[in-house]
């Protein structure tokens, strides 16, 4: 029985682009989110977390009718720098840094907010702007909270199926992920296919979040010594 294995390295694929962007982009909303005071923070926070309560279906809807050709906001991408979201990978890695964001940024954030005030203070004192603190005193501290927000974001985008169905449909070796080859398996009762991919997509997000486990084991025995 051959094995195509390309929606299984897509996943991968697009996992791991997901997880780098959104580490990028997150760590300084994050920063900004347990430090601020402005009363727009709730507001903030739930806009962020919004994806972890909406059906993943009604965030490809929309994405889908944002970049459609038809839209203003798809024909300018189209027109102007020849960039179609619809049914492409770039598709995906934009549905997957909305539908995963609040994965990346409330770890970091829980992270940011135990710190020890004084550490902040004292760097601040010291002469360092709010990008050296927040890159040297609070990544550097918080490196359990940096763990789990990579690896749980790394492990969910591999995951994601009504997200990256929506906006990407079944493209082979464009955006045929993992969980849609599956979905297609079980649509045409390949059952045999199914569990070999099933099985394989078990595995790995069991040995995922071993490893977070125990490195996390690690990081909190470290520091009882």
Known sequence: MDIDLNPLFLSFKLAFV????????????????????????????????????????????????????????????????????????????????????????QPLQAGFESLNKNLIETSYVYGKNQLQTMLWVGLGNIKPSIL??????????????????????????????????????VEVLNYDMAHIYSLLMLCISFVVLFLMYLLKSSYKTQGSL
């Not at 024909?75 to 909305?98: H, M, P, Q, R, T």
């Open 148 to 185: 789990i927000a990579v690896v749980i974001t790394f492990a969910h985008t591999i995951g994601e199926f009504g997200v990256v169905l929506m906006i990407g449909g079944s493209v082979p070796d464009e955006t045929k992920v993992a969980s849609v080859a599956i979905y297609e398996f």
């Open 18 to 105: 997901t997880t780098i962007i959104l580490f990028i982009t997150s760590v300084p909303l994050s920063w900004w989110i347990s430090q601020t005071k402005s009363k727009l923070k709730p507001a903030i926070e739930a806009l962020s977390a919004m994806p972890i309560v909406l059906p993943p279906t009604v965030i490809g809807f929309y994405l889908l009718v944002l970049f459609s050709p038809n839209s203003i906001v798809g024909e300018f991408l189209i027109n102007n720098f020849d960039i179609k979201l619809i049914f492409s990978f770039e598709g995906l890695v934009v549905a997957s840094c909305i539908y995963s964001l609040p994965f990346m940024v």
